[in-house]
């Protein structure tokens, strides 16, 4: 069709041009042969009749070859003012009285057509690549160098804590050191940044890339929340080093008891038998010292045998229970947990009929803990029934369908150097404290595709998550 029509425009050019060379050689001819029968004394008034009218003719022609030349010129470039400003909805008549005009304008309207059509493609592939980048679980950033934010995805809106993101400084709002990180950050770097928000520390991976696009540098900011996996290798690596242990103290100390209790037979039965009484001050003391190393022994056993627990969680056995009623029956449970300080208990669920898929006996563990916790946080502190403490556990949805728990208290703040420590096996600030509580909550949380954390705050605030 496209041929076809530059046929065609072809030959009704050439019809003009043709019509015009031969309008300028007819005249010629006239005008030629006027002089010749004059000069042969012959009449000439015709010819010089038909010579000025071919003569007048050709200027028409000609102007009419340039008027339609100037017009279709003309048309050409309004047609690319109007792609040049992204506007494919200019339309040429195509009812012309002129043949050679209907066609250019035929043409044109064509073209404007396939640009309008590849504009619209590019439209949807763009989307379909923006539908793509939405649907990755990695943060997508394109930056310019001056700061300006040229593409994102949701992920990175939300790892990011922001709901519109067009330039970095925005960052500033959330933490000084993470604008730092990535407005300083430059291609084939691979960084790690993190900030603080309402729900706890967030640890970012970033990974820097280059390109470049109408000759301008961007950066591509590939950017990884990490919490999860550095907990991951944490809790495998105590988990590795508690069995080490235990394996050792047990298999060191169980020798040692044993013995010492056969020694303590022996000594006891040699006494029945001779009849002696105790009067030897060496033998009394072996004796003591025996009995020493056997209770001793037994204690420190019964002691690792507790840190057992930590390396021998069971499988998740995860099934649909109802959030409201387990968390009714969890303080229900607390309030009759013995503590010596009035508290006033106050569960909000939302919505009411909101499900959780987990293993319920394990998380009622991780929630008696915490709210154990709480109650001995609020015992640090003198109460009364006028100035109870306050224990709250709040279930919620958010907009990823993620299910969140959050037990607070309003006791003395963790101090900020200990927070960092709290979740680590076997530390603990309670006199008597065994320390692999959080340990243990936070583990049932990694196994039932979840997290647990401090949020930093006015109150004393443990986060549970399921994704």
């Given at each position: 069709m496209a041929s076809d029509t530059m046929t065609r425009l072809a030959r009704?050019?050439?019809?003009?041009?043709?019509?015009?060379?031969?309008?300028?050689?007819?005249?010629?001819?006239?005008?030629?042969?006027?002089?010749?029968?004059?000069?042969?004394?012959?009449?000439?008034?015709?010819?010089?009749?038909?010579?000025?009218?071919?003569?007048?003719?050709?200027?028409?022609?000609?102007?009419?070859?340039?008027?339609?030349?100037?017009?279709?010129?003309?048309?050409?470039?309004?047609?690319?003012?109007?792609?040049?400003?992204?506007?494919?909805?200019?339309?040429?008549?195509?009812?012309?009285?002129?043949?050679?005009?209907?066609?250019?304008?035929?043409?044109?309207?064509?073209?404007a057509s396939i640009l309008n059509r590849v504009k619209s493609e590019t439209v949807q592939q763009e989307k379909y690549y923006e539908l793509i980048l939405d649907c990755v679980s990695t943060g997508i950033v394109v930056l310019s160098d001056n700061g300006t934010v040229y593409q994102k995805n949701d992920e990175a809106l939300r790892l990011l804590g922001l709901n519109v993101f067009t330039h970095i400084c925005q960052l500033r709002q959330i933490d000084e050191h993470l604008y730092e990180v990535l407005q300083g950050c430059r291609p084939g770097e691979k960084l790690q940044a993190g900030y603080c928000n309402e729900r706890g520390t967030v640890a970012l991976s970033v990974r820097v890339s280059g390109i470049h696009i109408h000759e301008e540098p961007l950066r591509i900011l590939a950017l990884n929340d990490i919490n999860h996996e550095l907990d991951e290798k944490e809790i495998d690596s105590w988990v590795r080093l508690t069995r080490v242990l235990t394996h050792e103290i047990m298999n060191a100390v169980t020798p040692l008891t044993s013995l010492s209790d056969t020694l303590l037979e022996l000594t006891a039965g040699r006494k029945q038998t001779t009849g002696e009484q105790p009067g030897n001050d060496v033998e009394e003391e072996l004796r003591n010292g025996l009995q020493t190393i056997s209770n001793t022994g037994k204690g420190l056993l019964a002691f690792v045998d507790s840190y057992r627990k930590f390396t021998r969680i069971p499988t998740p056995a995860p099934s649909l229970f109802y959030v409201k009623e387990f968390a009714e029956r969890m303080v229900e449970l607390a309030r009759h947990q013995p503590c010596g300080h009035p508290i006033d208990y106050r569960v909000e669920v939302v919505p009411d009929d909101l499900i959780l898929y987990a293993d319920e006996n394990l998380i009622a563990?991780?929630?008696?803990?915490?709210?154990?916790?709480?109650?001995?946080?609020?015992?640090?502190?003198?109460?009364?029934?006028?100035?109870?403490g306050h224990v709250r556990l709040r279930a919620y949805c958010d907009e990823q369908e993620a299910v969140w728990i959050e037990i607070s208290n309003d006791g003395p703040?963790?101090?900020?150097?200990?927070?960092?420590?709290?979740?680590?096996p076997f530390f603990s600030t309670k006199e008597g404290g065994s320390g692999i509580?959080?340990?243990?909550?936070?583990?049932?949380?990694?196994?039932?595709?979840?997290?647990?954390?401090?949020?930093p705050g006015k109150e004393t605030c443990f986060v549970l998550k399921f994704e």
């Amino acid at each position: 069709m496209a041929s076809d029509t530059m046929t065609r425009l072809a030959r009704s050019f050439a019809l003009q041009l043709t019509c015009c060379l031969l309008a300028t050689l007819l005249a010629g001819g006239l005008w030629a042969a006027s002089y010749v029968g004059e000069d042969a004394g012959r009449g000439v008034e015709s010819l010089r009749f038909w010579a000025i009218a071919v003569t007048l003719l050709l200027p028409l022609l000609v102007y009419r070859l340039y008027r339609c030349h100037r017009q279709h010129v003309r048309k050409v470039l309004f047609l690319l003012d109007a792609i040049e400003n992204n506007d494919y909805a200019v339309h040429f008549l195509e009812e012309e009285t002129r043949s050679d005009a209907q066609l250019v304008n035929r043409a044109l309207n064509r073209v404007a057509s396939i640009l309008n059509r590849v504009k619209s493609e590019t439209v949807q592939q763009e989307k379909y690549y923006e539908l793509i980048l939405d649907c990755v679980s990695t943060g997508i950033v394109v930056l310019s160098d001056n700061g300006t934010v040229y593409q994102k995805n949701d992920e990175a809106l939300r790892l990011l804590g922001l709901n519109v993101f067009t330039h970095i400084c925005q960052l500033r709002q959330i933490d000084e050191h993470l604008y730092e990180v990535l407005q300083g950050c430059r291609p084939g770097e691979k960084l790690q940044a993190g900030y603080c928000n309402e729900r706890g520390t967030v640890a970012l991976s970033v990974r820097v890339s280059g390109i470049h696009i109408h000759e301008e540098p961007l950066r591509i900011l590939a950017l990884n929340d990490i919490n999860h996996e550095l907990d991951e290798k944490e809790i495998d690596s105590w988990v590795r080093l508690t069995r080490v242990l235990t394996h050792e103290i047990m298999n060191a100390v169980t020798p040692l008891t044993s013995l010492s209790d056969t020694l303590l037979e022996l000594t006891a039965g040699r006494k029945q038998t001779t009849g002696e009484q105790p009067g030897n001050d060496v033998e009394e003391e072996l004796r003591n010292g025996l009995q020493t190393i056997s209770n001793t022994g037994k204690g420190l056993l019964a002691f690792v045998d507790s840190y057992r627990k930590f390396t021998r969680i069971p499988t998740p056995a995860p099934s649909l229970f109802y959030v409201k009623e387990f968390a009714e029956r969890m303080v229900e449970l607390a309030r009759h947990q013995p503590c010596g300080h009035p508290i006033d208990y106050r569960v909000e669920v939302v919505p009411d009929d909101l499900i959780l898929y987990a293993d319920e006996n394990l998380i009622a563990q991780v929630v008696i803990n915490l709210l154990k916790n709480a109650q001995q946080a609020i015992g640090q502190q003198e109460r009364t029934s006028d100035n109870p403490g306050h224990v709250r556990l709040r279930a919620y949805c958010d907009e990823q369908e993620a299910v969140w728990i959050e037990i607070s208290n309003d006791g003395p703040l963790i101090p900020p150097e200990i927070a960092d420590h709290i979740f680590i096996p076997f530390f603990s600030t309670k006199e008597g404290g065994s320390g692999i509580g959080l340990s243990i909550s936070r583990q049932i949380m990694r196994l039932s595709n979840g997290s647990l954390a401090l949020k930093p705050g006015k109150e004393t605030c443990f986060v549970l998550k399921f994704e």
